[in-house]
């Protein structure tokens, strides 16, 4: 994908979380049950990096359930950070951080307090990054912040499966952009809360990120689908770093 692409999608995404962050955290009070199933797994002392944290509803339930290792969120939004410090319940045997920081703009994980994590999570995350070299190198990054054999979890939106999303899939001229300049499996949503918007979107397949755990030092640990209609909107995966 050419880099002037790239940026005009990111550019749309950044622009599309700042002007709906609202109406956006309005929809995200509460946790996808795959979600749930995976903190509920989660040792209380274990120390977290969160990527794409939002508006904090991770950092909440892990507040609620007496987690007490690191907990570090970041996002590219401050209005949703804003959302995730007036929503967190602060304890103090629960250290908590939020920075913000973009995915998208190489040294983001200089921001962090510590450079190893026993757990990285990506929930939702993965999809809105353009480009395979975009998502390798952020892959690439997070499992340096690992400590050996750490684990990342992630979740993508399979919203292919649903007929419903399918109908808010828009022809990328919306946006000045043709089908040819973008990747297979790239799509453009739309979003109908609080006025029209736009979101990038991109579809992973099982094949696809398979190569993509193994091109950034990763070997799949499970899969599994949750969440919405019929059970099978979220695909879920626990990766855990290869040692050499």
Same mark, same amino acid.
């Given at each position: ?96 951080? $939020?920075?913000?920081?973009? *995915? %998208?703009?190489?040294?983001? +994980? ?5 450079? @190893?994590?026993? &757990? ?83 579809? $992973?397949?099982?094949?696809? *990120? %398979?190569?993509?755990?193994? +091109? ?5 640990? @499970?899969?599994? &689908? ?19």
């Amino acid at each position: 994908m050419d880099y002037s692409v790239i940026a005009q999608i990111l550019k749309l995404n950044k622009s599309f979380y700042q002007t709906f962050a609202e109406h956006f955290s309005a929809t995200r009070n509460r946790l996808q049950p795959g979600v749930q199933r995976i903190l509920d797994k989660i040792e209380p002392n274990t120390r977290i990096l969160d990527l794409g944290c939002g508006n904090g509803e991770v950092a909440h339930y892990l507040s609620r359930s007496g987690h007490h290792g690191l907990y570090t969120g970041i996002d590219m939004s401050a209005r949703l950070l804003e959302k995730a410090k007036e929503k967190i319940h602060l304890r103090e045997n629960f250290p908590v951080l $939020f920075i913000q920081a973009d *995915l %998208s703009v190489p040294g983001w +994980e200089l921001e962090l307090p510590t450079s @190893e994590y026993d &757990l990285i999570l990506a929930f939702a995350v993965l999809h809105h990054l353009p480009g395979k070299t975009l998502r390798r190198s952020v892959l690439a990054t997070a499992n340096k912040l690992l400590r050996p054999s750490g684990r990342f979890i992630h979740s993508e939106w399979q919203f292919l499966n649903s007929p419903r999303l399918r109908a808010r899939i828009q022809p990328w001229e919306r946006i000045g952009l043709r089908e040819d300049q973008v990747e297979n499996g790239d799509y453009l949503l739309d979003w109908r809360h609080g006025g029209l918007g736009y979101r990038y979107v991109h579809h $992973f397949t099982l094949d696809e *990120l %398979s190569l993509l755990a193994e +091109e950034t030092g990763f070997s799949i640990l @499970e899969t599994f &689908l949750c969440d919405g209609e019929g059970g099978k909107l979220g695909l879920y995966q626990i990766w855990e770093q290869d040692i050499d």
